[in-house]
């Protein structure tokens, strides 16, 4: 097995200015990604389920990954598209985490800044935010929010959903806070921190 | 008696409260011991490891963190959650393959005087300890009320059987726990081969047109064969499926009423629980015409696949699962 | 008395002299190592060569040397060639010492000076223990002529006919009822297209009638004792409850018999035998064989049908299973493979889904004696598919299944895309990975079949489902898969899937490995004694592997194997006695404690308790030196020649460079 990258840069066998983009991919990965490997068998690609809507298939952008097409594979909307129903991980013959890959293909999109359609990446953020100022998901706060950035005009079709969920009691009105929130706060900071200087 | 550490996870008293209400309808009668992991947060479900990689998994190890500390004389958390079950076995998995990642967000615990060894902890789905620890024999005496004559497709999703780091289910593809289970309490289980694709996961939140088309592929197959409901044991493909069928049903020009229940529902009806202790009528796709069939005397006749014609056709080889002869089968 | 030693470190032309310093090595060594006996040490740009060789010869002679060095590559491939040298030069030939400075040093360091000082300590080493080398005779044995092939498929069938044809003794020993093997379920052959039937049975005859070959069918190897020239083997010849000597291959038994069951070896489970059956026609030999799990008399007491109807009274219920010794001088393995279990792949139905059939499947179903006479049918037995998709790669170059290539599959899968398009003119997809046809005529296969229409998709398929999504694939099998080539995902509605599914070794490859005493690879095929100079022998002198046993392959490359070994085992005959190398370990009897610890290690069956004694013994005929036993005793009492504790300790000594400190001290 070919060694981590970021254990290579550790080692100074590797100088981090000198990394391919699938490299650093690779690095910014949690687990070992696997993505040398790629046969280009299109396993991931024929089993996504939403592979019609996305602008390029995973295998694609694997071989965009090698060719160092950096600004095409930040903008694909495919990373946004995944489900994460983790079907082409199971198939994959070459054991690529091709999820956890799309997962670091949209952080760094985030941070380029180079992402098309911005709804996902807004979900994500709202998302986080919660959680970071609650410790828990509040759906109905949640939903509310992001369809009134996203879908304005889609807000009223929803609200019979909507509606019909708070009345069978199943959007909690308040949102819940974890007893020692300070606590987590404390571990979400040092994370960040150690995310800028990893 | 079966002893268990709980993270429930954030829909179970919200959207997914059914699953919540049933879940409790049906620890006593398995002697089921659930103790909730104090102070637990969120898994940050799909959306924060697309962020930020040492928060998203510091996040997650908190709760694994506070698990293995509230130890006592058991190391097996149960999620009942499919997502945040994958979520806090990938933490578990990933800090032990990539030790970096695992010292970084020991790091970030320490912030907040707490630490993880990983693989301290079995992490588990409610199924998997249904199945497995207590067994489909002990589920079978407990019912009361046989299904028979409910016609079912079983749907596992996604993020349960997959990516399956400790190789705990019988198949990626077409695992059989769900369906054995639903046999053990009457139910006809109708082969349902989409059981683990996807719901739309998110989609419903960002892409609605992508996650009506997943959500139309799932409702017509499960129509087409003939199934009265969807049995699931995941809140977020209940949701997807129940709250958003209407308006897939607008996207399509569609008709569908396809109920999708929690499978611990079901197994609190067959345990002789009133439809409102298990947390039935809040769902949103009435579920009052499918459970109509159940209690109704019908002998159990009806297979799920009339048998082949003899030396007519040619034989077929037999059904593979990786658990052939290890674990329970349904007889 | 002091040693005179003569080092030599060989350039292999840059393979060493890149990244070792040679001339530095050398001269430390004539420098360094003088107090430990060594009296010139010389590099050299190919010390293999004959010049090279001639140079060690030389100083043998005019310096007087009584023992050699010589640095260079692995003691596999020159050390024969050394040792040949110093005995043509009147030196004892394990009075040499090869050096590893090529596999074990240059290859595998970047960083010259660090390579140089490792290189110095190798050598260093290699002096310190060639002292202690003691001078050893090879052992001769006489080889007994007789041969045990195991397994009658075609490189079994092909091995033992060369040797027999050659007027040498030959035991077939095949397991199932009857030779032929897999080549005997299929319809055609690529890429010709022969008639697989038409040109495997006039072998099967030959072999079943050759006067020099006992054929012993139903029949499995259940003991290896002895080496190379005199083993003994112990078959367990299956009760066939026939008796052979009366039976006449009328076929009433069979015709007679009430049970029917589903044949899972001949017909891959697509088709039915009788409890008393011959599995085909054409059977070699044709006496049929009772299975006595499904008789209906042996089950429930009562029938004995063919008892009745046979007109030679040639049914015995009685027999029993035969133990059979025999010895033989060598023993080629013919053992063959495994299908590949496609249930495993379940996303892509098979087992689940009735109209995915596997590569065997579809060989029986087209060949015109099986069970719809060669009607490519789906599985309700009538209806032609109109629509067919052949998938390449089922288990085969996946980290999931098997890592390997299955090097078949791809001429096996066009062939089926030229069947179907032959036989039903229904449209063919194939979807491969890569398409692998690198061998005479195959990818002229390719063309033809490209030719005929056949449809390729460049991409892994990622399922098979009946979940259809529209009125197009209602009722079909749709494939569905990333065309790679458009970069879009394809969903492909068909009839009929056909999985070209890989080879697998044996699922009891790993025991009969132990019971001949070879070794597997890490995916479980028998390992070759050198991949490409020595692919037909074993790392055990005797044992040869051949045909799928070793690695999968195709018909002509398993025929040339047969043959290939049979020359090896001809080879062996004639020679009319082997000699053995003296690498031996020994027991010495008044340190054993009888705890009989190395026993069960032997990986050569070379070692034996001694009852009465109470000590154990090894048979230095059967012993291949590989050192196991002399590690495991814990009383020290196992010491193997050239590689005696003297000889250890002195080379570890020697890498440690403490032979120097010694000498500084003084």
């Known amino acids: 097995m070919p060694q981590m990258t970021d254990e290579r840069v550790r080692a100074g066998m590797t100088r981090e200015e000198d990394l391919s983009l699938l490299n650093e991919v690779s690095m910014k990965t949690a687990g070992v990604s696997h993505l040398e490997m790629c046969i280009q068998c299109g396993t991931c690609g024929g089993s996504c389920p939403v592979a019609a809507d996305m602008d390029h298939t995973p295998r694609m952008l694997f071989a965009m990954l090698r060719a160092g097409m950096r600004e095409e594979v930040l903008r694909s909307n495919t990373p946004w598209l995944c489900v994460s129903c983790y079907h082409c991980v199971v198939r994959c013959p070459q054991e690529v985490h091709i999820a956890d890959v799309m997962y670091t293909l949209k952080g760094m999109a985030i941070q380029a800044k180079l992402y098309t359609d911005s709804t996902a990446p807004h979900f994500s953020q709202t998302f986080v935010g919660m959680v970071e100022t609650f410790g828990r998901g509040y759906e109905l706060g949640l939903a509310t929010r992001h369809y009134l950035r996203h879908f304005p005009l889609r807000l009223p079709g929803m609200m019979p959903m909507g509606l019909g969920m708070i009345s069978k009691g199943r959007m909690a009105i308040v949102p819940k806070k974890i007893k020692h929130m300070d606590q987590l706060t404390k571990i979400l900071d040092r994370a960040k921190e150690l995310e800028l200087t990893s | ?331 | 008395m002091t040693e005179r030693v003569g080092v030599y470190v060989c350039h292999c032309g840059s393979n060493i002299a890149g990244t070792v310093d040679v001339v530095d090595v050398a001269n430390w060594a004539a420098e360094k190592l003088g107090r430990q006996g060594v009296i010139i040490a010389r590099e050299y740009k190919f010390m293999c060569s004959s010049l090279g060789q001639e140079l060690i010869e030389k100083d043998i002679k005019e310096l007087g040397l009584t023992r050699v060095v010589v640095a260079a590559c692995s003691p596999h491939l020159h050390e024969k060639t050394f040792r040949t040298a110093a005995k043509n030069a009147g030196l004892n030939p394990y009075l040499v010492e090869l050096a590893s400075i090529r596999e074990q040093v240059s290859w595998v360091h970047s960083d010259k000076a660090v390579a140089t000082a490792k290189a110095k300590a190798v050598v260093s080493g290699a002096v310190s223990r060639v002292i202690e080398n003691r001078p050893l005779e090879e052992i001769k044995v006489p080889i007994n002529p007789n041969t045990l092939v195991v397994g009658g498929g075609i490189a079994g069938i092909q091995s033992a006919l060369e040797i027999a044809n050659a007027g040498f003794h030959v035991y077939l020993v095949e397991r199932e009822p009857s030779i032929g093997g897999h080549m005997a379920q299929f319809d055609k052959t690529f890429p010709t297209l022969d008639c697989s039937a038409c040109i495997l049975t006039p072998r099967m005859v030959e072999a079943g009638t050759h006067p020099n070959i006992t054929l012993l069918t139903w029949s499995e190897v259940t003991n290896v004792a002895g080496y190379v020239g005199n083993f003994h083997v112990t078959i367990k010849k299956k009760a066939r409850f026939i008796n052979e000597e009366l039976c006449t291959g009328c076929g009433i038994c069979q015709e007679k018999c009430p049970k029917k069951v589903i044949d899972d070896v001949y017909e891959a489970g697509l088709g039915y035998r009788k409890a008393v059956y011959t599995p085909f026609a054409q059977a070699v030999p044709n006496f049929p064989v009772m299975d006595k799990e499904n008789c209906t008399y042996f089950i429930k007491g009562t029938c004995k049908a063919c008892e009745k109807f046979c007109p030679t009274g040639a049914i015995d219920f009685n027999q029993q299973d035969e133990m059979l010794h025999i010895d033989v001088g060598n023993i080629v393995l013919a053992t063959g493979y495994d299908l590949f279990d496609a249930r495993r792949v379940s996303n892509y139905g098979y087992g689940r889904l009735p109209n995915v059939f596997t590569s065997l499947e579809f060989e029986r179903l087209s060949n015109a004696a099986g069970p719809t006479s060669g009607n490519i049918v789906l599985r309700d037995g009538k209806t032609t598919p109109k629509s067919v998709g052949v998938i390449h790669c089922v288990g085969s170059r996946d980290k999931n299944f098997n890592n390997y290539c299955s090097v078949i599959c791809c001429m096996q899968g066009l062939k089926f895309a030229h069947l179907v398009h032959e036989r039903t003119g229904a449209t063919v997809y194939n979807f491969y990975i890569d398409m692998r046809t690198a061998y005479k005529a195959y990818d002229e296969f390719y063309q033809r079949v490209l030719e005929e229409g056949t449809l390729f998709v460049r991409g892994k398929v990622a399922e098979v489902t009946n979940a259809a999504r529209n009125e197009r694939e209602k009722g079909k099998l749709i494939i569905q898969v990333e065309d790679t080539l458009a970069g879009k995902q394809r969903r492909i509605p068909v009839d009929m899937v056909i999985l070209s599914s890989g080879l697998q070794p044996r699922k009891d490859a790993k025991e009969v490995g132990k019971m001949f005493g070879i070794s597997c690879s890490m995916d479980g095929w028998f390992t070759e004694k050198h991949p490409k100079l020595d692919p037909v022998s074993t790392m055990t002198e005797g044992i040869y592997i051949v045909g799928c046993a070793q690695g999968p392959k195709d018909i002509p490359s398993s025929v040339a194997q047969g043959a290939a070994a049979s020359a090896r085992v001809l080879d062996k005959i004639l020679q009319k006695e082997v000699a053995l190398e003296p690498i031996k370990a020994s027991v010495n009897k008044e340190m054993c404690s009888g705890c009989r610890i190395c026993n069960g290690l032997c990986p050569f069956n070379a070692i034996a308790f001694i009852e009465d004694d109470k000590v154990t013994e090894i048979n230095p005929a059967l012993c291949q030196g590989c050192g196991t036993c002399v590690a495991a005793c814990p009383a020290g009492a196992i010491s193997g020649t050239g590689f005696s504790n003297e000889q250890i300790i002195a080379q570890i000594d020697g890498l440690l460079l403490r032979n120097l400190e010694v000498q500084e001290a003084v």
């Open chain 2, 1 to 331: 008696m079966n002893k268990y550490l709980l993270y429930p996870g954030c829909s179970m008293d919200s959207s997914a409260k059914a699953y919540m209400e049933s879940l409790n309808s049906i620890v006593e009668p398995l002697d089921l011991h659930l103790e909730e992991i104090e102070d637990w947060n969120c898994c940050g479900a799909t959306e924060y490891l697309g962020i930020n990689l040492i928060p998203a998994y510091s996040l997650i190890a908190r709760n694994l963190a506070l698990a293995a500390k509230q130890t006592s004389d058991t190391r097996t958390v149960v999620a009942p959650c499919s997502a945040c079950y994958l979520n806090l076995a990938k933490a578990d998995y990933y800090m032990q393959e990539r030790p970096t990642l695992g010292a970084k967000v020991n790091e970030a615990l320490a912030a907040g005087g707490l630490e993880y060894k990983a693989g301290t902890l079995d992490v588990r789905h409610l199924i998997d300890v249904l199945v497995y620890d207590v067994g489909l024999d002990a589920i079978r005496k407990a019912v009361i009320h046989p299904l028979s004559g409910l016609k079912v497709v079983p749907y596992m999703g996604c993020m349960l059987p997959r990516p399956d780091y400790q190789h705990r289910w019988s198949d990626h593809e077409h695992p059989t726990e769900l369906d054995d289970l639903l046999r053990a309490l009457g139910a006809d289980v109708i082969d349902y081969p989409l059981t683990t694709s996807c719901c739309g996961g998110h989609m419903t939140q960002i892409g609605p047109e992508t996650a009506f088309e997943l959500i139309h592929r799932l409702v017509s197959d499960a129509d087409e064969r003939g199934a009265q409901m969807m049995v699931t044991v995941c809140p977020m493909c209940q949701m997807n499926i129940d709250a958003y069928q209407n308006e897939m049903n607008h996207f399509f020009g569609t008709n569908f009423h396809m109920p999708i229940l929690f499978f611990t529902q079901l197994m609190g009806l067959a345990f002789g629980r009133k439809p409102n202790e298990v947390g039935i009528g809040v769902e949103l796709v009435s579920a009052r015409n499918a459970l109509a069939h159940i209690g109704v005397e019908v002998p159990v006749t009806e297979e799920p696949a009339a048998p082949r014609k003899k030396d007519e056709g040619l034989p077929m080889p037999r059904r593979w699962t990786k658990h052939e002869g290890k674990k329970e089968a349904v007889k």
